[in-house]
């Protein structure tokens, strides 16, 4: 009985080493299919002009003339964000200003002054504080316009991965 144990034993592990061989030959065999279909998939693409790297998706750097990017930075940095350090002040300014979604802040902040929501509520200080911080961020309004001129907006352009490992010349190739 002890014997055909073992024996019974000794021929399963064989037939899972057998079976675990025959899986990682297979897994092999397919990854080596797969990896020469997709190069093959990314050449075609190339061949039709698509882009299939960082490199070329990256666009080209906007000359400084017509970018908008440093205009919107700098307007970022003078911008003042809030018009009163009183919280609930602010909280009802915020609340006033937010009734439209998708208006922009200059028409959010007209609509306001013109007295069609909340300004009429404020009071005389709270305007004070309201219009020294509309005057406040006037310079910076004025860059966001001129900004709004400028054909493009772009903050950086990727020329290198942002991780060197990552660069497609050192990771490990299939073949």
């Known amino acids: 009985m002890r014997e055909k144990l073992r024996k019974f034993l000794i021929a399963l592990a064989k037939g899972t080493a057998l079976a675990a061989a025959i899986l990682v030959a297979a897994w092999w065999i397919f990854d080596a299919i797969a990896v020469r279909r997709v190069r093959g998939?990314?050449?075609?693409?190339?061949a039709a002009g698509f882009a299939t790297s960082l490199r070329r998706l990256a666009r080209d750097p906007a000359p400084d003339w017509q970018n908008a990017a440093p205009?919107?930075?700098?307007?970022?940095?003078?911008?003042?964000p809030r018009a009163v350090d009183d919280t609930e002040t602010a909280d009802a300014i915020d609340a006033a200003l937010d009734g439209r979604s998708g208006e922009d802040d200059e028409k959010r902040y007209a609509r306001f002054l013109s007295n069609s929501c909340g300004y009429r509520s404020l009071t005389v200080e709270e305007r004070r504080k309201v219009?020294?911080?509309?005057?406040?961020n006037a310079f910076a309004f004025d860059l966001i316009r001129m900004a709004r001129k400028r054909p493009h907006c772009r903050y950086f352009t990727i020329h290198d991965p942002p991780l060197p490992d990552l660069a497609p010349d050192r990771l490990p190739r299939s073949s």
């Open 41 to 46: 998939a990314v050449q075609d693409l190339e």
């Open 71 to 80: 205009i919107y930075l700098a307007a970022d940095g003078l911008f003042t």
């Open 131 to 136: 219009r020294d911080w509309l005057e406040k």
